[in-house]
Structure formats: C-alpha cells, structure tokens
C-alpha cells in the first residue's frame, strides 16, 4: 500500500519560508515522477513543481525562484523549500507521485499516489 505523508506545513510571516516534507512508503520516489501540487481555499489544485525520476525539474512561473524541489533518495523522501512567501502562496500543500510524461506534469489527473495534504498560511 502507498502512503505519501506531507509535514511541515505551519503559519509563517510574508517573507518567510518553510519547508514541506514528503515521505513515501510503498514506492520509491526515484522510480516516480514526484510534484508539489496546492490549492488554495475554494481553488482547484495547481502545479508548483515536479522532480523526474531522472532528475528533470520544473516549477510552475508564479514561484519560480521562490522554491527549490529535491529529493532524498536514502530517506524516500521529498522536499519543497519555499522563501519570500507571500499571503497568495496560503494553500494546502499535496504530495504526488505519478509514471507522468513531460507533457503531462502540470495534470494533476495524472498522478497516481496523493497525500493528504499539508496546510500554509501566510499571513501580511
């Protein structure tokens, strides 16, 4: 049985960062191409960025250079590290793992594994 299991989401500052976690049970996450997808309230989920299984990344324009995606592959495990976080960026942070083409990674439709989500708030 899969589990993705996100931590680290919390209340921080405008400007501030954090740090989600991903741990993944049941895959390993180097065999999977690995996404950080958020939704925001009342939002559908959106892309934010994805790690291949070999090591192609891609971050959705609106946080790009506000975010950093890797991988821990001894741990199976999965990061974002976000900074310079603005109120917008309050979401709920997902974990996905999917068997996702290039042309496909920004549909969340196409992952197969989720987690339950971590919650962002940023306040003003």
């Known amino acids: 049985q899969v589990h993705l299991v996100e931590s680290g989401g919390g209340l921080v500052q405008a400007g501030g960062s954090l ?3 991903c741990e993944a049970s049941g895959i390993t996450v180097s065999d999977y191409r690995m996404a950080w997808f958020r939704a925001a309230p009342s939002k559908e989920r959106v892309f934010v ?34 900074r310079n976080l603005k109120p917008e960026d309050t979401a709920d942070y997902y974990c996905a793992a999917g068997r996702t ?8 439709a196409k992952y197969e594994y989720w987690g339950q989500g971590t919650q962002v708030t940023v306040s003003p």
């Open 101 to 108: 083409t290039y042309w496909d990674l920004r549909r969340a």
């Open 19 to 21: 740090s989600l976690s």
């Open 49 to 82: 960025a994805s790690i291949s299984s070999n090591n192609n990344i891609f971050y959705e324009d609106f946080i790009e250079g506000r975010v950093t995606i890797s991988r821990d592959s001894a741990k199976n495990t999965v990061y974002l590290r976000m």
